[in-house]
């Protein structure tokens, strides 16, 4: 599932830098209740296991791209648009069921959506 957030003007590109920033130093430790087991940072090239501190290369082009992966194999891929002025947000989640992965979706881009705001 794709979700954005419209960012106006030039006071919205720099909330958009302040919330990539943000996402790249401060990061959430959980989202909706569940746990973030790691993220990949793809300009930096790293990706942190936060639970053992592993640091693994990623070897793709450097973009400006955050991935936080979240226990029970969901992930969240957090860009800013290349072309207009918006956050993109990405949501791949698991479950028994695709209307049970629908639900999980839902929980998390309700909770990212108050972390951005």
């Given at each position: 599932?794709?979700?954005?957030?419209?960012?106006?003007?030039?006071?919205?590109?720099?909330?958009?830098?302040?919330?990539?920033?943000?996402?790249?130093?401060?990061?959430?430790?959980?989202?909706?209740?569940?746990?973030?087991?790691?993220v990949a940072?793809?300009?930096?090239?790293?990706?942190?296991?936060?639970?053992?501190?592993?640091?693994?290369?990623?070897?793709?082009?450097?973009?400006?791209?955050?991935?936080?992966?979240?226990?029970g194999g969901?992930?969240?891929?957090?860009?800013?648009?290349?072309?207009?002025?918006?956050?993109?947000?990405?949501?791949?989640?698991?479950?028994?069921?695709?209307?049970?992965?629908?639900?999980?979706?839902?929980?998390?881009?309700?909770?990212?959506?108050?972390?951005?705001?």
């Amino acid at each position: 599932k794709l979700e954005t957030f419209a960012f106006e003007g030039e006071s919205g590109m720099a909330t958009m830098k302040k919330i990539m920033d943000t996402m790249r130093t401060d990061f959430p430790t959980e989202i909706a209740g569940d746990k973030v087991t790691a993220v990949a940072d793809y300009e930096l090239s790293v990706k942190t296991d936060l639970k053992t501190g592993e640091k693994t290369e990623i070897t793709l082009p450097k973009s400006n791209v955050i991935t936080l992966y979240l226990d029970g194999g969901a992930s969240l891929v957090i860009r800013p648009s290349g072309t207009e002025p918006k956050i993109k947000i990405y949501y791949t989640t698991v479950g028994k069921s695709t209307a049970q992965a629908a639900e999980i979706q839902q929980k998390y881009a309700e909770a990212f959506t108050k972390l951005i705001k």
